[in-house]
């Protein structure tokens, strides 16, 4: 079994979780962080364990291209590469090659695109973008899909809802086919640790060191599983169709099913109807993912729908332009009026942030350019979001 | 008494001593990190104390330009502006000045310069420097002098040292006159914490924040106390300027001593050859502290000539760059030799990045221009310049 999802509680459409991971537990509904290159820009980790961050999500495209997938693989896996135990989601990929690369070639096969790093020129397809995520081992992998651009005709929405369910199908066979590659199994401890274990001793601490050689291999390994692949409904603003997608790719089989296709430009009115009538057709028992959603309201206002996990880069990146999430409203730090506030941030925030700083220096910060002010605004936003779905969950 | 300088053991020429300040005890030999703009560049204040760091040095010249001295005085001072209820020094601006500023027409008077920042004019003098550092109430604080430039000529170094002294005297005059405008005393506790009360009551936790309003009082005013003003020896690289400006500095009297002027051009050995000779004519109760310097080698070296305290950007500024101290040398963690390197950065060093991070994540995260690598960076290399500090204490 790569993922047991335990519902405890339900309340209208709500439902509150506990996503069983090889790394650990999630509970849901829950909010993931997005640490691209594998790191949330600004935050080391164990700062993120304090603010109980229990999954991340990671960029498949960002990671393929630097460091490269063979790097991480080699390293034993995204967990160990970046000293993360607990749970990672990665997307296909996929989503990134639509919005960030150039000269992209759609066909049945897959995607021929140029890094927005260096132009060099790259492939993905259902099998290697499943191929990319079984060497960099999140627990929850996605399947390879085209996120239908707003506004599609009919039949444009048709015919690239109808090529992600044929993607599903060859990203499902592709995994069952190579889901024992992952890096965890591949890397037994008495593999890495006798090198280990030898500069550990000549360090002349080893009690200490001792420790961390065992903590390392307990935390990354887990020989005995493997991830598990969710697969994504499209279908654009068409209600039909989104009910085919969910039915066909229920059909194909998957731990769990992601809402694509969504927070593409379409009013915010249309994103809840599509969602709320996608669900009706998603299975009871098994997590439901929206994907590129959204603000501190949106996440409340999807998982009273029935959603259990929503990712979005708004509060990283927000944080990162000076734009912060209270309990009393939006804050852009930037404004001179805030030179003066000896206030906390958010007086309702027990934050490591608002208990220390006033918003006086964070906005000194913010203007004289300085990276703390990206750390501390980024600990700051995340907490919001954290304690947000920890009210939701309590609420269910 | 604004400064205790507590002498507990001599080793040659070496002490080790305990400096008391209004804001907390610092062991000596020390080195201060540098925190320019009121931050260590990337570092919360939080991860500095369990660093240890017991005193840090900012820079006059950054503030005054921004956020401006009277907003910080306005704001309490600088500790409590930027939330560190430990020691710290400023310097006077006069080498900022030389250094990073525009245009500046040095006189009798002081200094005309434009700022780095916009362009615009400011004129620091030694009355100016001062009121400006007693309005950021750091514990120590530096007389206005001008750093004379390597090489120069006998007759423009005695000028120079000259007109230094001069200075040092209105400093001091200043400083006289005016050290009881200090904000910790301006802002007496009664002050302060009627607002302060009244929103942590309303924040509905009364008891915590009760206990951070307290803490902030406690630790940053220091009602009965004053600052402390060390005077500059200069007289270039001359032996007997040297004797001069230390023997006449020492006669109007200051808290402590600087060594300045040096590390500015001149071969390592002659600043050896200096500082140890001008060492000789400093008093042996009062601390000495050599701005500017340097490698991990250097701080060893004159920490055991009998200088007291030291401050250098280089372990921050390195890091920023990727260039890292370890027991085992210097490493450049852009290399491509570090990319699949799972060692630690240096197995002997028990920094959070070094238990939990390997080179190949740290070289990932430079390759990558994420901001985690400054932080992570910068964390390393002030653990291993303050254990270095911590080595030499304990050898002494």
Not at 5 to 14: L, P, R, T, V
Not at 132 to 156: H, K, N, V
Not at 244 to 270: C, K, M, N, Q, W
Request: charged share 25%; aromatic share 8%; net charge negative.
């Amino acid at each position: 079994m790569s993922l047991r999802f335990e519902i405890s509680k339900i309340g209208h459409a709500a439902r509150r979780a506990t996503l069983h991971t090889p790394h650990g537990e999630v509970e849901t509904p829950a909010f993931m962080p997005v640490g691209t290159a594998a790191t949330v820009k600004g935050v080391p980790q164990d700062l993120l364990e304090q603010l109980d961050v229990q999954i991340l999500l990671s960029n498949t495209y960002h990671l393929y291209l630097r460091p490269g997938i063979d790097q991480i693989r080699k390293l034993g896996g995204l967990h160990r590469f970046m000293s993360w135990p607990r749970a990672i989601l990665t997307d296909s990929g996929g989503f990134q090659v639509f919005s960030l690369s150039d000269l992209r070639k759609v066909t049945e096969e897959g995607v021929t695109f140029r890094s927005h790093l260096d132009g060099s020129s790259h492939f993905l397809s259902p099998e290697t973008a499943t191929e990319a995520q079984i060497g960099l081992g999140a627990d929850i992998i996605m399947a390879f899909d085209e996120c239908t651009e707003y506004p599609a005709d009919a039949s444009r929405t048709r015919n690239s809802m109808e090529m992600t369910l044929r993607w599903a199908q060859r990203s499902k066979k592709y995994f069952e086919d190579h889901k024992h590659e992952v890096p965890w199994q591949s890397r037994q401890p008495s593999a890495v640790s006798h090198q280990e274990k030898t500069r550990f001793l000549d360090s002349g601490d080893e009690s200490e060191r001792g420790f961390i050689s065992a903590a390392r291999n307990d935390s990354f390994d887990k020989p005995e599983q493997t991830q598990a692949l969710f697969g994504i409904i499209q279908g654009g603003m068409d209600h039909a169709l989104r009910k085919e997608s969910a039915e066909r790719t229920i059909e194909i089989g998957f731990d769990g099913y992601a809402i694509g296709g969504l927070s593409v430009g379409e009013p915010r009115a249309l994103t809840r109807e599509i969602v709320e009538s996608t669900i009706e057709h998603l299975p009871k028992d098994k997590p439901r993912y929206l994907m590129g959603v959204g603000t501190p309201e949106e996440i409340v206002e999807y998982s009273n729908l029935g959603i259990d996990m929503m990712d979005c880069v708004l509060p990283t990146r927000a944080a990162r332009h000076g734009l912060l999430f209270t309990s009393e409203g939006k804050i852009s730090i930037k404004q001179a009026r805030y030179a003066g506030d000896e206030r906390p941030l958010d007086p309702s925030c027990s934050c490591q942030v608002c208990r220390r700083y006033s918003r006086a220096y964070l906005r000194h910060l913010y203007a004289s350019n300085e990276v703390l002010s990206q750390v501390l605004n980024t600990i700051h936003n995340l907490t919001y979001y954290l304690d947000t779905m920890r009210r939701v969950r309590h609420s269910i």
